[in-house]
């Protein structure tokens, strides 16, 4: 593959430094929008002020995160046009159709009832204000879907049919584009990702507080909460990423096959654990495997045919006309095992604490509590060993918080990385959907501008976070816990912004 800085070559990246960068604050604000709307349900239906100032806490950092999330994203729509332009012409009237509703429904939909939810605390009724909140939890899932939907047809396009004369894909079909099973297994992977990370996310900052003994309350139910979000949805992940293997496996062969490093077909396939190809021979040099699994993971059957890179390649070309069809192996090899690795390590951590946790309560052993508190310490057998164990889990607790975020970017560029050099697989090549009329200076110029602007958007974003988490749930006031039985029943009042 050629690596000169040509225009296609920093459009490409461009486009992942963004992408990526997004896509950070995707699943975590469709999780905590989700988590948030749960831990308010609990306080409406017990009225305990600890799932009132939980809510409060988690509710300011999912919209410092959403608004975020919004000021990336909109950037991504830009560069359809500033550096794809010939993708946009080619794709635009099936692209564009479920990006449309991500905007005009679920955007509108969602920016609406967050409206509604940060300005209502003292104007609304509780359970009006609660339905709000589900409502914006409701309205990220859709836009997601629609996201993925259009995501899902570059992977695997349908519902179609091609223009010869006018140059372009015509949309014929928008129902199958939006329920073929590309989508609802990337819908289901994405969400169950999502909640793996909203938990993690959750645990990472319960134990910070709790390692310094403070909002112990609030934070044990933060903990408990995010520790079962973890399991179940790295539970999901497992399960969504196994169907999401073997749809790819049948839509896109090349792309399983370079998550393998598997250069030549071969019954009972095994899956590399570790392997360094030879790209010139077409082999791998050193490789570490177990016998049949990638023939399981493809077919649930260990003694199946997977084909290879090479094979694969071959049955490329004599479809498609001369070329490489490979995508960059080390890439999307180790972008493979570094999304799996990170997301089951959450997972793993997750099951440790929730049974560490299960019936006492593992704190420092110098805490002191309040009355209305008891002293859980796990009983170790050495009194000297328990404090640094208990230690050491509130630290890895803490280093949790980022593993599924790293999961998250590594799957998504081994998602769009694999399926190269397509655009739109088996339809548009990505060399024919770069903006032939920009230069390599132009991508220069605004690549430099967008990624300086990010490394900006990312210090203000982290010294946000840091700074609400630092502070922690807030103390409540009489207003909090006094909202009004019908709307409009304090119009007497000033309208309090509550964040």
Sequence with gaps: MNLALAPETLARWQFGITIVYHFLFVPLTISLAALTAGLQTAWVRTEKEKYLRATKFWGKLFLINIAMGVVTGIVQEFQFGMNWSDYSRFVGDIFGA???????????????????????????????????????????????????????????????????TRGRAELTDFWRVLSQNTVLVQVFHTLAAALLTGGAFMVGIAAFHLLREKHIAVMKTSLRLGLVSVIIGGLLTAISGDRLGKVMFDQQPMKMAAAEALWNGQYSAPFSIFAYGDVSRGRNTVELSIPGLLSFLAHDNFHSYVPGITDTNRASQQKFGPGDYRPIIPVTFWAFRWMIGFGMASFVIGLVGLWLTRKKFMLPQHLRVGEDEMPHLVPFKSKALAPRLITWFWWIAILTLVFPLIANSWGWIFTEMGRQPW??????????????????????TSMTVFTLLYAILAVIEVKLLVKYIKIGPPELTESDLHTPTKIGGDADKPMAFSY
């Design 423 to 444: 655009a739109v697989f088996g339809v548009l090549q990505t060399r024919h959907a770069v903006s032939p009329s920009v230069s390599q200076g132009e991508v220069i």
């Design 98 to 164: 479920p990006l449309a509703f991500e905007a005009l429904l679920a955007f509108f939909f969602e920016s609406t009832f967050i409206g509604l939810w940060i300005f209502g605390w003292d104007k609304l009724p509780k359970k009006i204000h609660l339905a709000c909140i589900w409502m914006v939890s409701i309205g990220s899932i859709l836009s997601a879907y629609f996201i993925l939907a259009a995501n899902s047809w570059m992977q695997h396009p349908v519902g179609y049919r091609l223009n010869k």
